[in-house]
């Protein structure tokens, strides 16, 4: 992965035909451009953040979630739950919409989905993994990479793995779907 590739990575799109194009220089001088535009553009979004996280502690779920669900985009709920301990965003994710969830946790880092689903209800993390695997498998194999045995024991019961050795040369998810072959012989 080059270096315009590597900058352009978090936005889960591929690199315009005409941005290629360019010289590796006048690639770099758009990427700048764009991220000076993100950031004036975002300026503020943290703190916004941290304000709901530190407001809806104070608010019952009851209240919230119905909210969140109806008028929040699952981008802002995941910024939202990126500022909560991880035990105030695990109470939220075990009350959430299954479906909602999924796209929230679309945005959320690895690690962090994978300390949430650690500490969720047993039963909410097992048809979180399931409808994950089901809908986005490779979404749920990278948080597969972060997940402690117990959790990882659920993937690997309910994951379908390809058959052939040969599927998986140069496969991004080699080593987790080794692992998961191991746990399931």
Same mark, same amino acid.
């Given at each position: 992965?080059?270096?315009?590739?590597?900058?352009?990575?978090?936005?889960?799109?591929?690199?315009?035909?005409?941005?290629?194009?360019?010289?590796?220089?006048?690639?770099?001088?758009?990427?700048?451009?764009?991220?000076?535009?993100?950031?004036?553009?975002?300026?503020?979004?943290?703190?916004?953040?941290?304000?709901?996280?530190? +407001?809806?502690?104070?608010?019952?779920?009851?209240?919230? +979630?119905?909210?969140?669900?109806?008028? +929040?985009?699952?981008?802002? #709920? #995941?910024?939202?739950?990126? $500022?909560?301990?991880?035990?105030?965003?695990?109470?939220?994710?075990?009350?959430?919409?299954?479906?909602?969830?999924?796209?929230?946790?679309? =945005?959320?880092?690895?690690?962090?989905?994978?300390?949430?689903?650690?500490?969720?209800? $047993?039963?909410?993390?097992?048809?979180?993994?399931?409808?994950?695997?089901? =809908?986005?498998?490779?979404?749920?194999?990278?948080?597969?990479?972060?997940?402690? $045995?117990?959790?990882?024991? +659920?993937?690997?019961?309910?994951?379908?793995?390809?058959?052939?050795?040969?599927?998986?040369?140069?496969?991004?998810?080699?080593?987790?779907?080794?692992?998961?072959?191991?746990?399931?012989?």
């Amino acid at each position: 992965m080059n270096d315009t590739e590597h900058a352009l990575e978090w936005t889960n799109q591929p690199m315009p035909d005409v941005l290629q194009e360019l010289h590796p220089s006048q690639q770099r001088k758009v990427i700048n451009y764009i991220d000076n535009l993100v950031s004036s553009k975002t300026d503020g979004l943290e703190e916004l953040y941290n304000a709901i996280a530190m +407001i809806v502690k104070y608010i019952p779920h009851f209240v919230v +979630i119905p909210l969140m669900v109806e008028h +929040i985009k699952p981008q802002i #709920a #995941a910024g939202v739950c990126m $500022k909560m301990s991880v035990d105030q965003a695990t109470g939220y994710a075990n009350e959430l919409p299954l479906e909602y969830f999924s796209k929230v946790s679309q =945005h959320i880092e690895n690690p962090l989905m994978a300390e949430i689903l650690g500490k969720m209800k $047993k039963h909410k993390a097992e048809k979180f993994i399931r409808y994950e695997l089901q =809908h986005l498998p490779a979404h749920m194999l990278d948080i597969s990479k972060h997940l402690d $045995k117990q959790k990882l024991e +659920i993937v690997a019961k309910s994951v379908t793995l390809p058959s052939h050795e040969d599927d998986l040369v140069g496969h991004p998810h080699k080593e987790i779907i080794e692992q998961l072959r191991y746990m399931q012989g």
